[in-house]
């Protein structure tokens, strides 16, 4: 599969089947994660990696559409708002922009490895960093469910390319 043919394969799955996710592949979607650029490479983040059906409880509070239940682990990806690299020009703080790497390199990994996962965004980040009992300048980013998926995906629906790439 070339990279052309992973990114259109990863796609959002929102309904896993129960098959565990073997320790490997976990390992190595976390290690691909490791390995993405940040600003300064300062690498402000932290994966937590949730498996325990109480501590999925609580997170699933924190996240209102329950086909988020059905998935066997969650990496919660949050960023360290403390570490992050701040442009001196306007103080443009690029945590997000370092977590959004590192949270594709997961989604993509995924993907190669087989799996289905999700980008979550809108859920309660209180809830979610009670449930992890997150410090202060610690800030959930995304839950991203991971699982075995069996469901049939319509292709994706993308804007054209002239719409979006302008040769000047
Ligand atoms: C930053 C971001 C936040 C997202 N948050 C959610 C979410 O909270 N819930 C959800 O079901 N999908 C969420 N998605 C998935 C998008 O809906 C999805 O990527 C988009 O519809 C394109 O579909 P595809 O991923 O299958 O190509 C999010 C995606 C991104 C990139």
New binding site residues.
């Given amino acids: 599969m070339n990279f052309l043919e992973l990114t259109k394969k990863?796609?959002?799955i929102?309904q896993f089947i129960s098959k565990e996710v073997e320790k490997e592949k976990l390992n190595y979607i976390l290690e691909c994660a490791r390995f993405a650029p940040s600003a300064v490479n300062i690498q402000p983040w932290l994966f937590f990696v949730v498996q325990s059906d109480t501590k999925k409880r609580e997170l699933q509070k924190a996240?209102p559409?329950r086909w988020i239940d059905s998935a066997p682990i969650y990496i919660v990806a949050c960023a360290d708002f403390e570490q992050s690299w701040k442009r001196s020009y306007d103080n443009k703080d690029h945590a997000d922009i370092d977590l959004?790497i590192a949270i594709e390199h997961i989604c993509l990994a995924a993907t190669e490895q087989g799996l289905g996962a999700?980008?979550?965004?809108?859920?309660d980040p209180s809830i979610c960093s009670q449930a992890l009992e997150l410090q202060n300048s610690i800030y959930p980013v995304?839950i991203i469910p991971i699982g075995y998926y069996n469901t049939e995906?319509k292709p994706?629906n993308r804007k054209a390319i002239e719409k979006v790439v302008k040769f000047i």
């Fill in positions: 990863r796609r959002s929102r996240y559409n959004s999700c980008w979550v965004c809108n859920f995304a995906l994706s």
